[in-house]
C-alpha cells in the first residue's frame, strides 16, 4: 500500500466512499518478495549445509513471509469472530495475497473447510473460481524467471 502511494496510485476511500469501514494494511510482501524466498528456500534445501542450515533458512526470510500470512489472516478471523464484522479481503493484484488470506481465515473461522471435503469446496471457491494463476505460480521449476 505504501509503495502504491509513492507511485501516485491511492488506496480505498473509507471517508467518502466507505463509510463505517475500518481500512487495516497487513503488511505482506508481493509476489516477488515471496519469489525470491521461496527460490531461496529450495536452494538451501538443494544445497544443505548442517553446520549452518538454520541460520541459512532464517536468512531466506521463508518463515516471516508465511508467518505474516497467518498473522493477517488470524487477525481477519478475530475481527469476524470477536467483532462480528465482515470482511472485505483485496490486495493489490487479488491473485495471491487475497485467495491466502480468505482461505486461511476460512480455515481458522469454520471446522468444515477443515474436513477433506470443505477443503476441497475452499479450494475450489477460494481459488478456482478466481482464476488463481497456479500454473504461472508453480509451473515449470526450470524456467523459473518466466514466473509472475
Not at 487477525?75 to 487479488?94: K, N, P, Y
Not at 480468505?102 to 473447510?113: N, T
Not at 521449476?141 to 509472475?148: D, H, L, P, V
Request: proline share 1%.
Amino acid at each position: 500500500a505504501s509503495g502504491n502511494m509513492l507511485k501516485g496510485k491511492g488506496t480505498e476511500d473509507t471517508a467518502r466512499r466507505y463509510t463505517n469501514c475500518k481500512l487495516l494494511f497487513l503488511d505482506i510482501a508481493n509476489i516477488h518478495a515471496m519469489r525470491d524466498s521461496v527460490d531461496r528456500l529450495r536452494s538451501v534445501c538443494e544445497h544443505p549445509s548442517h553446520l549452518s542450515w538454520l541460520s541459512q533458512l532464517e536468512s531466506t526470510q521463508w518463515l516471516s513471509h508465511c508467518s505474516s500470512v497467518l498473522r493477517g489472516a488470524a487477525s481477519i478471523a478475530r475481527h469476524v469472530d470477536e467483532r462480528g464484522v465482515m470482511a472485505l479481503i483485496h490486495c493489490s493484484d487479488g491473485w495471491d495475497r487475497t485467495s491466502q488470506l480468505s482461505a486461511l481465515s476460512q480455515l481458522l473461522l469454520d471446522p468444515y473447510y477443515r474436513t477433506f471435503d470443505g477443503f476441497k469446496t475452499l479450494v475450489e471457491k477460494e481459488w478456482l473460481h478466481f482464476g488463481h494463476k497456479f500454473h504461472d505460480r508453480l509451473g515449470d521449476i526450470q524456467k523459473a524467471q518466466e514466473r509472475s
